[in-house]
């Protein structure tokens, strides 16, 4: 991320983040490469903003729900297919999808083509969870739901155990 100098931005305090289009970190996760464009540093970690790009075909995590954060999700390209408990969405460019906490929720990308969106993360806490995917895959670990849910309970995230688990679509799970 670059900062702007406080010479260049006279009212700012603190000093504000600018992201090119080439900057930003890059968290590679699979077949999903995101661009973490705000890590809560500039915001008192109230907000992070991640662009991701979903290869074709590619599952989401399972499906699980926040207990301590809303999660945003703007369709930039391509399309989402959301799955929110039983409901699946299927999410075009200009779509913006809101998760509040509690609210079970997983995305997928099901088509042929790349689909890019911008996520939001409130507070910017959870985007610690994709650095710690990113070097659990890097230590030779594969990541089944199983890693990722492993992985997700440090943000006091929690599989949905009650609905569907993966990014498949819905189903239940047997009792």
């Keep these: ?6 010479a260049t931005a006279p009212n700012a305090d603190p000093p504000v983040s600018v992201v090119g289009p080439n900057d930003g970190e890059t ?3 699979g077949a999903t490469r995101m661009r973490v464009l705000e890590d809560g ?16 075909h590619t599952p989401g995590p399972p499906q699980h729900r926040h207990a301590q ?15 929110v408990g039983e409901d699946e969405y299927d999410a075009t460019p200009g779509t913006l999808v809101m998760v509040p906490p509690r609210a ?3 995305f997928a990308n099901v088509t042929d083509q790349p689909a890019v969106m911008l996520s939001t993360f409130t507070p910017a806490r959870y985007v610690r969870y994709f650095r710690d995917l990113q070097a659990l895959m890097a230590g030779g670990l594969e990541l089944t739901p199983e890693a990722n849910v492993r992985a997700m309970r440090p943000y006091a995230t929690e599989p949905a155990t009650d609905v569907a688990v993966d990014g498949a679509g819905p189903r239940q799970e047997d009792a």
């Design 69 to 83: 954060h809303d999660e945003g999700f703007y369709v930039v390209s391509g399309t989402v297919r959301f799955t």
């Design 27 to 29: 968290i590679l996760l």
């Design 1 to 6: 991320m670059t900062r702007i100098p406080e």
């Design 41 to 56: 540093g500039t915001t008192g970690h109230r907000l992070g903003i991640a662009e991701s790009v979903l290869a074709p």
């Design 104 to 106: 079970p929720h997983t």
